[in-house]
């Protein structure tokens, strides 16, 4: 396409009028428009002009190069080619250069090499952290049961006291007790390969938690495969040292359809005639610690026993009253055997809230009732497999005697309240619930005070 259109006389500057049309001989090829193409020698800028303009001098409106029309008509010139010019200039500039470096560098030393910067210290997250790191370990250390790692990371007198241990607390013992506390079942039985600080102030502060992430191991079918349980972790710094103080599951793993959590616990439902339970720390024979104590009363008959289970333990519960007493004659047999009539976990929970009625009518003043409640105490160890720390013999502080005795009995009330109605699933669990003897006085029934 022509870059200009027809140029006349008057866009044409400082150009003559030509002698004529041109020659019909040889000229440039006219097109169809009637008019001659011509190009800028200087730029190669196309214009298209009348034929009778060939003579004029034309100026051209890029590079202002004035040219005779006629001496590119029918021509097309290309675009000039600086390349040389460039080439020339390049090898003239790096001729100078050279030479004035070479001016100044004289006698001078060389220079010394630019100075690195030193490397930057590794930046840490709350996952990639070396605390994170150290109670991963600590976590695989319980799991395989490495004692060097769990005395080496453990604050062991803290896990002591988490378990409920009493002081002094035997280090060695808590490091056994890791392995079959309920607490660290599933770091015991899944695997940790991760976790996170709870923030960054974690990352240096002197204490700290965080959150281990356990997930099954390979082909475990208890557990889904893309589960993970969450486990929380408290720590002190020892030095560098994280030394773990406690810890709990706070997310448990999702087990597969159909296969039992060992740690699942069932649904509890409460018994409605007893108050619930309250927290109590005690001091006995056994130390310090905490109980649970409902505030006794009167408790009527199990609801589901039938007419002749409510009959029978009225009877076992008179029996076991009437061996309690001072002057009467074979007491062992008489408490051996009103239990023996009580055998299956139906007649158990039909007599167990007898025995704790009468527990209740004994309440009042426990150290005049001693003997009858201690026999009521032994009746429910024997019937749940239970037991509370009952204290018989009398010391030198009846006060004293009167405040953990009366705890006693509140402790039973506590546990009846939790199991009246899912007593199979504790009975199920204990370790032995042996009967007593058939025949022959029980060797360590309860005396009658010296007058």
């Known amino acids: 396409m022509a870059r200009r259109d027809t140029r006349s006389s008057s866009s044409a500057r400082g150009g003559s009028s030509s002698k004529g049309a ?12 009637g008019k001659v193409e011509i190009s800028c020698p200087q730029c190669a800028a196309q214009y298209r002009i009348a034929p009778d ?12 190069r004035v040219f005779f029309a006629k001496t590119t008509a029918g021509k097309r010139v290309a675009a000039p080619d600086y390349t040389k010019a460039y080439i020339g200039f390049g090898l003239v500039a790096l001729v100078l250069v050279g030479g ?36 991963i370990k600590w976590a695989q250390g319980v799991a395989s049961d490495n004692r060097l790692v769990l005395k080496t990371h453990s604050d062991l007198q803290a896990l002591g006291r988490m378990f409920g241990m009493t002081p002094p607390i035997d280090e060695e013992a808590v490091v056994q007790e890791l392995q079959k506390n309920e607490a660290s079942y599933y770091l015991r039985q899944l695997v940790c390969d991760s976790g996170a600080l709870a923030g960054d102030a974690a990352m240096t502060a002197d204490t700290g938690s965080a959150v281990l992430f356990v997930t099954p191991k390979s082909g475990d ?51 409605q005639d007893i108050a619930k339970p309250e927290a109590a720390t005690i001091t006995d024979s056994a130390g310090t610690r905490t109980v649970r104590e409902s505030k006794p009363a009167a408790v009527p008959h199990y609801g589901k026993a039938t007419p002749e289970q409510q009959k029978m333990a009225d009877e076992v519960v008179a029996a076991i009253l009437q061996s309690a007493e001072p002057e009467v004659e074979g007491a062992g047999r008489i408490f051996n055997r009103a239990l023996q009539r009580v055998q299956s976990i139906d007649e158990r929970k039909a007599t167990v809230p007898r025995v704790l009625n009468a527990m209740f009518e004994q309440y009042a003043d426990v150290n005049a009732n001693n003997l009858k409640l201690s026999q009521l105490n032994r009746s429910l160890v024997t019937l749940t497999g239970f037991a509370v720390n009952y204290q018989i013999e009398n010391s030198s502080d009846p006060q004293k005697d009167k405040v953990a005795r009366e705890s006693c009995v509140r402790q039973w009330f506590a546990f009846w ?35």
Request: with cysteine.
């Open 22 to 33: 041109a020659t019909k001989d040889a000229g440039p090829r006219v097109g169809r428009d």
């Open 53 to 64: 303009k060939l003579d004029t001098k034309i100026e051209c409106a890029d590079c202002h």
């Open 100 to 135: 004035i470096l070479l001016m100044n560098s004289g006698d001078k030393p060389p220079a010394k090499p630019p100075v690195q910067a030193a490397a930057k210290a590794p930046e840490f997250n709350v996952g990639s952290h070396p605390r994170t790191a150290q109670l």
């Open 221 to 271: 079918e208890l557990w889904k495969k893309n589960t993970r349980a969450e486990i929380e972790v408290t720590f002190k710094m020892d030095g560098t040292q994280v030394l773990v103080t406690g810890f709990k599951t706070t997310l448990p793993p999702v087990r597969n359809a159909g296969k039992a959590d060992p740690l699942a616990k069932p649904k509890f439902v409460v018994n």
């Open 417 to 451: 309240y939790k199991y009246s109605e899912n007593f199979a699933e504790f009975f199920e669990s204990g370790e032995s619930f042996d009967m007593p003897a058939a025949d022959g006085d029980q060797k360590d029934a309860p005396k009658a005070p010296a007058k």
